[in-house]
């Protein structure tokens, strides 16, 4: 499988979205929003210096295309316009008292957004709802219910959520129910997933440093894994976002260091894009 781009230097990239020819994530540990030509440079869209998140999460766009971001620690969606004016879209305070995470937004302007629903570093994982908000800015929470929601895709009828801390990914559909489950290896720790345009489902592991595939029938396959870490400075890594190019030919996805306090202090995120 052959290596075309790869980016370096990051604290750790999540929410991976192609957009014009470009790669757009949240760099969570530093607090930067971030597009990506991979035959050009980097541009810094939204900052903390420039008031925005301190931990990014989930992107995605308005129908006018103004910007969304998920604010992870103050529970907040923000707007950021094509004038670069940043304003509170959504606020989910009073819906969860832990940190958002990632969000998918549809072509209406519907947005899913989830949250971390318990303390991983203390609490035993319990279930928590996807909030919807809607293109009038409505709030409200799913009827169905996951542990630790993250990535989250939209494929036909269905969206399929990962279960970070259930080694599951779960289907439902607009009337909130679960329809079907796709089962991962345990302990291996869904994250950012990405369907392609025949339905394979690409899962991004955190825990096991790997990407899965999914055929649309559910059949389970290995699909990428990184080298062996054992000799890697700061500990094994892992993959934590992945996300199919629109041509169908790419896939890129973001891996760092597994120990969240070693990547917190240093840079060893990094993007890569493959041949698919």
């Known amino acids: 499988m052959r ?24 760099d969570m540990f530093r607090g930067n929003v971030v597009s990506w030509n991979p035959d050009g440079k980097t541009t810094t869209r939204l900052s903390q210096s420039q008031g925005g998140p301190e931990m990014p999460g989930g992107l995605g766009w ?11 620690l103050t529970r907040l969606v923000l707007r950021l316009d094509r004038s670069d004016n940043l304003s509170v879209y959504a606020d989910l305070t009073h819906l969860t ?15 899913w957004v989830g949250g971390y629903g318990f303390n991983p570093e203390g ?51 607009d009337g909130s129910r679960i329809v079907k489950t796709y089962t991962c290896s345990a302990g291996s720790g869904p994250d950012g997933i990405s369907f392609d345009a025949s339905g394979n489902l690409y899962v991004a592991m955190a825990f096991s440093g790997q990407i899965d595939r999914f055929t649309a029938d559910g059949e ?23 996300a199919v ?32």
């Not at 973001?254 to 306090?261: F, G």
């Open 3 to 26: 290596v075309l781009k790869q980016l370096g230097g990051l604290g750790f990239a999540e929410a991976l979205r192609w957009r014009n020819g470009e790669l757009w994530f949240s």
């Open 62 to 72: 308005a129908p006018n295309g103004d910007l969304l971001v998920v604010d992870c």
């Open 245 to 276: 190019h629109p041509s169908g030919k790419l896939i890129a996805f973001s891996s760092a260091c597994a120990d969240e306090n070693y990547a917190m202090a240093n840079d060893t995120g990094s993007i890569t894009i493959l041949e698919l």
């Open 123 to 173: 609490d035993q994982p319990v279930d928590s709802p996807l909030y919807r908000i809607s293109p009038q800015g409505e709030l409200s929470s799913s009827d169905a219910r996951f542990v630790f929601p993250n990535g989250c895709e939209r494929h036909g009828d269905l969206l399929a959520v990962a279960e970070t801390f259930a080694d599951r990914i779960s289907f439902f559909d």
């Open 97 to 111: 008292e832990h940190p958002l995470n990632d969000m998918h937004v549809e072509a209406d302007g519907t947005a």
């Open 220 to 242: 389970l396959t290995e699909f990428y894994k990184l080298e062996s870490a054992s000799e890697t400075v700061g500990g094994p890594r892992g993959i934590f976002d992945c």
